[in-house]
């Protein structure tokens, strides 16, 4: 895509609708587009606190903020996004927030299908799903397995983190290498970065050019910890209920004019 093509594109994505004036609009120019972005999804509790509302309430509207930034991901030309939806450490929160966001996920995966479809794009869960109940194991096997069968060309991969730890996923994957190993009845067991690498819960994605935490945290949470090695990672105050296609755009503006140089001069 040329630069005209991108920043018309960009213009109207910022825009976002008929009569909308543009606000903060970047001068800078992007030249540079991420294929993997990683989202940690946070200040949905905080969000809620803010307007006097149970925690429940942020973690509804934070749902809502996912399909149009895979929207506008697509459009400026990401192959692949992450979302860190739930990690491991969240299943010590309290019951009935756990059990919400167990609904939330059964109704994510009940209402996005034609979506997902329509806009020719695959889901994959990661994460340790054996710790989710058997129906939810089974929707999420049904979806992941219906967009495989119907969609032939993919514009995006999305990937959704769920009961996920990124030292878990490590220590998951060296464990499948030794037991194939092991099935070998080699004595000499010697695993490798690409033997791990290929026993991730989703191998076939690009590393991570870019990671995006909201609600002004700076730390990784255990999120992706393999494939951040060498990530840029953006910090916005923003939290996440809020956090706009504009935030996202200006997320992707900035990691255009960092220098990855890759341990390399």
């Known amino acids: 895509m040329d630069l005209v093509k991108f920043y018309r594109l960009l213009k109207k994505v910022i825009l976002r609708g008929k009569g909308k004036k543009e606000k903060n609009s970047f001068k ?5 587009i991420p294929e993997h972005v990683a989202i940690i999804m946070d200040g949905n509790g905080r969000w809620a606190k803010a307007q006097g509302k149970p925690r429940i309430y942020g973690h509804s509207h934070g749902v809502d903020r996912i399909r149009p930034i895979i929207e506008v991901a697509t459009r400026i030309g990401i192959k692949c996004i992450s979302f860190y939806a739930f990690s491991k450490e969240n299943w010590n929160r309290p019951k009935g927030e756990v059990d919400f966001l167990m609904k939330l996920l059964e109704n994510y995966l009940n209402n996005e299908q034609e979506t997902f479809l329509n806009s020719r794009s695959l889901l994959k869960v990661i994460g340790d799903i054996s710790m989710l109940s058997e129906d939810i194991q089974c929707k999420i096997r049904t979806f992941e ?3 495989k069968e119907k969609i032939k060309e ?7 983190a769920v009961s996920y730890g990124g030292k878990d996923e490590i220590v998951r994957s060296v464990n499948k290498c030794i037991s194939r190993e092991i099935e070998k009845k080699d004595k000499n067991i010697f695993i490798t970065e690409d033997m791990i690498e290929a026993n991730l819960d989703n191998p076939w994605y690009p590393k991570i050019d870019l990671m995006i935490r909201t609600s002004g945290e700076e730390r990784i949470s255990n999120f992706m910890l393999w494939q951040l090695a060498y990530s840029e990672l953006y910090f916005s105050e923003v939290l996440w209920p809020d956090f706009s296609e504009e935030d996202f755009i200006k997320a992707i503006e900035i990691y255009s004019r960092r220098n990855r140089r890759f341990g390399t001069l």
Not at 28 to 32: R, V
Not at 154 to 160: D, E, H, S
Request: glycine share 6%.
């Open 28 to 32: 800078g120019k992007i030249t540079n």
């Open 145 to 147: 397995e219906l967009l």
């Open 154 to 160: 993919p514009k995006i991969m999305v990937n959704l």
